[in-house]
C-alpha cells in the first residue's frame, strides 16, 4: 500500500516567543515492511539555524532555532511512503519463564537490542497496581506472543478512549486509575505491563490510516498523529508491534515516524521557549492510500 501523507503543526503563542526545538516526524525505513520514498519537512518561517540528523534510535530529528520572537510556527510534512503487511503465520515466540535465555542470547546493544526497552524510562515506572492487573491476564507458561495480544486486547476492553481526559504529561499511573485516555496513555501501560513481565517493550509514534476500508469502522486516533507499542517477543520473532488502542496488530494502516522507550524518545515537537505567555498547537493529518 502507498500512502501520502501530510501532516500540518500550528503552533500559535499567547505571547511572542523565541527558542529551540526539536522534531521528529520524517517516516523511515524500517524492519516492519514500511519504506519512505520521498519526503519533506518545511518550517513557516524559516528557522535562524537548521540541522537534519539521525538520533541512537534510527529516528530522523531535525532541530530548529529561531533567533526572533515568532507570533506563530507552522510545519508541514510531506512523504509518500510504502506500507506491506507482514503477518505472523505462527507462533515461535518462548514460553514467558523462558523469555529471559532468549534475552541472554542477544550481545549487541544496538538501536533494536532489547536490553534497552527493559528498565525504566522517563515516562514508564513500576506500578504496584499495574504490576497486580497484568499478574491477573497472565500465566507462566504462555508464549510471549499470547501474553502480548492478551494484554493488548484487554487494555482495549477495560479502558476507554477519551481525548479529553488526559494530556501529555498526565502521569501514566493516573490514567490507569482512571481507565481511561489516549492513545499515548494506552501505550505507556500497556508497556509497563510488558516491561513487569520481562518482555522487552517501547513506543512507537506515527501516522494512522484516517479513511478506513468500505464496511470498516473508524479506528480511535485518526486525526492526529497516533501511538502503539513495540513488543520483542523472542529471537525467532524479533519485534512486533501492537496497537492496544484499537486492540490490534500494527498493520499497513500504521506508518511509524519514531520508535523510543517512551514518548520523551520519540516527541514530534520538543524543545524550550523563551515567552511571556503560553501556546496553542493545532494539529491536522491526512494519511491517503495512492494505490
Not at 36 to 43: K, N, P, Q, R, T
Not at 240 to 262: S, Y
Request: proline content about 6%; overall charge negative; glycine content about 8%.
Amino acid at each position: 500500500m502507498l500512502y501520502e501523507i501530510h501532516l500540518r503543526t500550528k503552533c500559535t503563542y499567547l505571547r511572542t516567543a523565541n527558542g529551540r526545538q526539536l522534531l521528529r516526524l520524517m517516516p523511515a525505513d524500517g524492519p516492519d515492511g514500511q519504506r519512505l520514498i520521498a519526503g519533506s519537512v518545511d518550517i513557516r518561517p524559516a528557522p535562524s539555524e537548521r540541522s537534519d540528523r539521525y538520533d541512537f534510535f534510527g529516528n530522523h530529528a531535525i532541530e530548529v532555532c529561531f533567533a526572533t520572537a515568532q507570533d506563530e510556527v507552522e510545519f508541514v510534512l510531506r512523504a509518500r511512503v510504502e506500507r506491506v503487511a507482514q503477518p505472523i503465520r505462527f507462533d515461535l515466540s518462548p514460553r514467558l519463564d523462558a523469555m529471559a535465555g532468549d534475552i541472554e542470547r542477544i550481545d549487541s546493544l544496538g538501536p533494536l537490542s532489547p536490553h534497552h526497552f527493559l528498565d525504566i524510562s522517563d515516562m514508564v515506572r513500576p506500578s504496584v497496581e499495574i504490576a497486580d492487573y497484568v499478574r491477573s491476564l497472565v500465566h507462566d507458561d504462555m508464549t510471549v506472543l499470547e501474553a502480548v495480544r492478551t494484554i493488548n486486547a484487554a487494555l482495549h476492553r477495560d479502558m476507554t478512549y477519551d481525548g479529553d481526559a488526559t494530556t501529555v504529561d498526565t502521569p501514566m499511573e493516573e490514567a490507569f486509575a482512571a481507565r481511561q485516555g489516549v492513545c499515548q496513555d494506552f501505550s505507556h501501560i500497556m508497556i509497563a505491563c510488558l516491561r513487569e513481565l520481562g518482555v522487552p517493550a517501547g513506543y512507537v509514534s506515527g501516522f494512522l490510516r484516517t479513511e478506513p476500508p468500505k464496511g470498516k469502522p473508524r479506528l480511535e486516533g485518526a486525526d492526529a498523529m497516533h501511538a502503539w507499542v513495540q513488543a520483542w517477543c523472542g529471537l525467532k520473532l524479533g519485534w512486533i508491534e501492537f496497537d492496544p488502542t484499537n486492540d490490534m496488530l500494527a498493520g499497513v494502516d500504521h506508518v511509524a515516524a519514531a520508535r523510543g522507550r517512551d514518548y520523551s524518545d520519540v516527541a514530534p515537537v520538543r524543545g524550550f521557549l523563551r515567552t511571556a505567555g503560553g501556546q496553542d498547537i493545532a494539529q491536522a493529518v491526512d494519511v491517503v492510500p495512492v494505490g
